[in-house]
């Protein structure tokens, strides 16, 4: 059985990841912070999954001593990487964290996991252009395009942070690979927002992912509740890990960057989406505009993934699908609480 080390193992993403991985007869070996985030995974994930606890990703040598436990391990996934807006300093809450994590698991792999040989990166669309470059229209990106966020612009204020963090890691990541003596090659997996179903429904909180608690927040502000009309790119979170495995899989998808989206969102995009598939839910959730969704990503810049779909090969989900499955997830982890 080819076994798979993957960082961040608690996350959204990640554990959709594994959770494929394993239905996918791979064996995972996940980091987690602490023993009793490891033994949770281990209940859900089952005999194939086995966890090493890296409390802090980013001091030198972080990750040595789960690589050199683990010589069986012919694969590597780095997902681990703060995704929050919510920080009191954007360089040490942020920035650094993403550097040095790549770093340190990059610098153990080509160290003391010579055996591994494909190591897959998830990156963002936040290394690809800017927050404010992704909101302006008549700008045009694709898999070649760069943020080129400068690190002092970077550090000030938790936007620019997230983005410019996603950008100097990867650049990094790009950077290690190439030197001489590393035996791996990386794919890297860039996605907009990401929105689906946790890996398992005992995952459901009050609180989601970041990019999910814009659908969850107008489940819950109410019929006449404000909110923020959000907008930018989607993609289904099942389309993100089939990437991940397609992205160590394939003899193609070396040395790539993997785009992942398929077109874009608005908070009243979600909203039309939610009222038409869900009655019960029509007196409690704001109405907002209807139908003007089209015109809201119209101010959008223009995204051009071809290149990445083309690699692929497989049809991505709609953002319907990626709202439908998710709200019914959180629906039903509410009735069961009750």
Not at 159 to 171: T, W
Not at 209 to 214: A, G, H, K, L, R
Not at 272 to 290: A, Q, S, W, Y
Request: net charge negative; glycine share 6%; hydrophobic share 40%.
């Amino acid at each position: 059985m080819v076994s798979v080390f993957i960082t961040g193992a608690t996350g959204f993403i990640a554990q959709n990841i594994i959770k494929l991985l394993i239905e996918n007869k791979y064996s995972v070996v996940g980091t987690v912070r602490t023993i009793s985030k490891g033994k949770r995974l281990t209940e859900l994930f089952g005999k194939d999954f086995q966890y090493e606890v890296v409390p802090d990703i980013q001091v030198e040598g972080a990750f040595d001593e789960a690589i050199k436990r683990h010589p069986e391990v012919s694969i590597a996934m780095h997902v681990a990487s703060p995704c929050t807006y919510i920080i009191e300093d954007a360089e040490k809450d942020l920035i650094l964290p993403a550097i040095e994590g790549t770093r340190q698991i990059l610098t153990s792999i080509k160290t003391h996991g010579k055996q591994i040989t494909r190591v897959v990166l998830t990156s963002s669309d936040a290394a690809v252009y800017s927050a404010a470059d992704e909101q302006t229209k008549g700008l045009y990106f694709d898999e070649s395009s760069w943020n080129n966020i400068s690190r002092e612009d970077a550090a000030k204020d938790p936007v620019s942070a997230y983005y410019g963090a996603k950008a100097f890691a990867e650049k990094l990541a790009w950077e290690i690979a190439r030197q001489d003596e590393v035996n791996f090659v990386l794919t890297v997996v860039n996605p907009v927002y990401v929105f689906g179903p946790q890996a398992f429904i005992s995952e459901v909180g009050e609180e989601l992912n970041e990019s999910n608690e814009i659908i969850n927040q107008l489940l819950k502000v109410g019929k006449h509740g404000k909110f923020t009309n959000e907008k930018g790119g989607c993609i289904h979170i099942k389309d993100i890990a089939k990437a991940h495995v397609a992205a160590f899989e394939r003899e193609d998808t070396k040395n790539r960057r993997l785009l992942m989206s398929n077109g874009y969102f608005s908070s009243q995009l979600i909203l039309d989406i939610i009222h038409k598939n869900f009655k019960e839910l029509r007196d409690k959730i704001p109405v907002g505009t209807p139908g003007s969704g089209p015109m809201d990503i119209s101010t959008l810049a223009t995204v051009n993934n071809e290149e990445t779909k083309k690699l692929l090969g497989f049809e991505f989900q709609t953002l319907e699908s990626a709202v439908v499955d998710t709200v019914q997830q959180v629906l039903k982890a509410k009735r069961s609480k009750l």
